[in-house]
């Protein structure tokens, strides 16, 4: 959807193209989707073409299970660009998808006082915003979150990894 010309502009409004359409009509439904490799296994996010592991372009949607952990957050209590200032303060945060993905977000519905570094966090949803823009994904405290397992996979490690993380 088109701004407002008398509105003040915005910064925070994604440019959805063919490509991305996808991952922006999920979240319109409140799914959260990110890209896995076919060639390495390997999930990804933010949407690309191709793999940024293995640079195969064999790549495909998958419907994320929404869970994550906190990796790290900053509290900001200035901003001056439209519609932020409004919004300050709030907890910008990197966040580890339990499929492996790390990914940029916001922390809703939690005091900063009440964030710990690896609390389990669940995907939600806020926008569009007075009628512009699109559905983007937040995320809220949640229940404790494990890895997602590998599709097709079993046991808890994935090919080649042993529990302490090193190649075999």
Same mark, same amino acid.
């Given at each position: ?19 991305t359409r996808p991952y ?33 372009e064999d790549v495909a949607?998958? &419907? ?15 901003n001056d660009l439209p ?38 966090? &669940?995907?939600?949803?806020? *926008? ?26 079993? *046991? ?13």
């Open positions: 959807m088109s701004q407002d010309p008398g509105a003040a502009p915005r910064f925070d409004l994604p440019e959805p193209d063919a490509f922006w009509d999920a979240a319109a439904e409140g799914r959260l989707l990110i890209r896995r490799c076919g060639g390495c296994g390997r999930a990804h996010h933010y949407p690309r073409e191709f793999c940024p592991y293995c640079w195969s949607w998958e &419907t994320a299970s929404g869970r994550a952990t906190l990796y790290t957050w900053s509290v900001v209590h200035r519609p932020f200032g409004g919004r300050v303060p709030y907890v910008a945060a990197v966040v580890d998808l339990a499929e492996g993905p790390r990914m940029m977000t916001e922390v809703v519905e939690c005091a900063p006082a009440g964030l710990r570094i690896g609390m389990g966090l &669940t995907v939600a949803f806020r *926008g569009p915003e007075g009628g512009f823009g699109e559905a983007v994904a937040v995320f809220r405290p949640g229940a404790d979150v494990g890895p997602a397992p590998a599709p097709g996979l079993t *046991g808890s490690d994935p090919p080649g990894l042993t529990g302490s993380g090193a190649r075999d």
